[in-house]
């Protein structure tokens, strides 16, 4: 794992998109895989401004988001699809027949849909480069506790405070939803490269379960430590947990110098 610690949301947001947008230039028909959440909303907004500049182009790009919450149909304004389209896909040149994001709204034949999901991912060559954020309780997507890392697309239930994390977005009295569709541990382990993302001291406990602690179905991030390619930007305040912070901090210097085509 290469671990950055940039000093404040903005310059994380800046470095995260350096990164993806330098593989897209280094293959413009990149398959991306995406997050919603607040997290990486500073990245989509950096990406759009290289995009206005000319300096990252979409038309090629496929992407696939991670997750979906069950039972919002896409127009709804707390679904990741409305999240995704406002934050970035509205503001940038990808074709939307590449756009890819679970379906929500579905009522039946949901393991033949999550199934029909996976498939696309694999038939678009799989993932070349993954974007996560993290849940408190240290989930990628929404693998909540006891995900298996084996697991591919499916249906997950949320736990309460995953509902309660998100409950702030929906209107006084409306329920939050009470599962989602999520791609697998398996599905986003299979990506050539992942981007993990964290800001804020809510996040220094999560961070420190992913990076340092055991791995561990309770804490699906936990799996990327089996991966080879992560590269993990995060805050100073989430990352104020790690015991190794200076350690990680020197080997991203050293990798600056060393091996620069590593960063961005
Ligand atoms: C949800 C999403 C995750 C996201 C996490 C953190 O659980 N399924 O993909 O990473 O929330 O969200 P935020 O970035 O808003 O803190």
Known sequence: MLILIASGYEQLSEWAARIVAKAIRNKPNLVLGLAAGSTPLGTYRELVRLYKEGAVDFRDVVTFNLDEYLGLPATHPQSYHHFMKTALFDHINIKPANIHIPDGSIEANL?????????????????????????????????????????????????????????????PGERAPEAAITVGVATIMEASRILLLASGEHKANAIAKAIEGPVSASASASALQLHADVTVVVDEDAARELQEKDYYRRVAEMTARLTPERLW
């Open 111 to 171: 393991e033949a849909y999550c199934a029909s999901y996976e498939r696309a991912i694999q038939e678009a060559g799989g993932l070349d480069l993954q974007i996560l954020g993290i849940g408190r309780h240290a989930h990628i997507g929404f693998n909540e506790p006891g995900s298996s890392l084996r697991s591919r697309t499916r249906i997950k239930t949320l736990t309460e405070q995953t509902r309660e994390d998100n409950r702030r977005f929906f209107a």
